[in-house]
């Protein structure tokens, strides 16, 4: 399996000029860094978690009586790419979760579909989602990485390591004060529902320099892409609600 310490400095390049490379390719299509691009890059390492907010961040929130949330295929494939990516990085599988303030069964079918460990549904203080995997796998909050959009998330980007904010231009206030307050470390150029989701993960990919491996792995579907595939596939996921203020399973 490969791993962060055995790639040379030809297969993965994390150079202050690379770095600076890649974080242009995204301020160039409307990406904002928080934190700096070389800082940013750092943290990458240290995650083991990934726990994605759903309405507003696989798409752009609308909901109708009996009608659906939607996901696409393009985000899909960016969180497979990103978890093979953690995967080679850390030599095991990262632990990804969906956590939403509502119940909503099409974030249900995506989780499973895509063997996530986790989906958390009706969660009001999202925090305790964190709180609940961080206590459950033993990672700490700064290994958590997270991906969010609104007000009700905030609590969940306060403790979690990296933090990135899906953007909606008719928000610039909420944009701001995420970023005066130190509650995001990116603000992505695509907003809700505009694959914003794929454009996060080709960035975590790019800065820790595993973008070209992992692309060209999966390409070849070679033996470490088919392994780490095949791990993925046993994943069964587990569902969670909030009651009398207290996450717990549903079994």
Sequence with gaps: MYSWVSLDSNQINNSKDYINSVARQFTGVGGIFITPAEMLASKI????????DWDGVFNDGTKGVETPSTFNEADSMGTNMLRYGLWLNNGRMPIAAIVSGEKNQTAKHFA??????GIFSGIGDKRQA?????????IPPESIACVFDDINDLAMAQICGV????????SPLFREYSGDHGLCDYITGHGSGSH???EISELLLGLSGLFEKVIKSRVAFD??????????QTIITRSYIQEDGAVMEVV
């Design 130 to 138: 964190v709180e609940h995997l961080s206590a459950e796998y033993q």
């Design 112 to 117: 499973r579909r895509e063997h996530f460990d």
């Design 45 to 52: 390492g240290r995650i083991q978690v990934l726990m994605f």
């Design 196 to 198: 914003a989701v794929r």
């Design 223 to 232: 033996r470490h892409y088919r392994e780490y595939f095949s791990q993925r």
């Design 163 to 170: 933090r990135c904010l899906v953007q909606r231009p008719a």
